[in-house]
């Protein structure tokens, strides 16, 4: 099974930017399709944005024009460049091969302060 683990979250003020990073272990990474999803606190988990093996994407209505998914498949790496940062954008972001049963990694913290 693919692991997962996510970097790159943090403290910003709002209007800011950060990148978001998603390392995978395996080979197989190069030909699923990737996710970033997140959770504000006392609210479900929710799509944000994936990419298919051959680059296609699709976003979350709240974030485009504002977020770029992204992945290099010689790293087995998934980006997600975060611009435009709101308060709203406050979670934990998780990327997820988007395959039944497939992996999460364990999230990291994205803070945005008004």
């Known amino acids: 099974q693919v692991q997962l683990v996510e970097s790159g979250g943090g403290l910003v003020q709002a209007g800011g930017s950060l990148r978001l990073s998603c390392a995978a272990s395996g080979s197989i990474f190069s030909i699923n399709a990737m996710g970033w999803y997140r959770q504000a606190p006392g609210k479900q988990r929710a799509f944000v944005a994936s990419i298919t093996s051959t680059g296609t994407t699709a976003y979350a209505d709240s974030v485009k024009g504002r977020f770029t998914i992204s992945r290099d498949n010689t790293k087995n790496t998934m980006y997600l460049q975060m611009n435009g940062l709101k308060f709203e954008d406050t979670a934990v972001y998780y990327c997820?091969?988007?395959?039944?049963?497939?992996?999460w990694g364990q999230g990291t913290q994205v803070t945005v302060s008004s």
């Open positions: 997820h091969e988007i395959i039944s049963g497939g992996s």
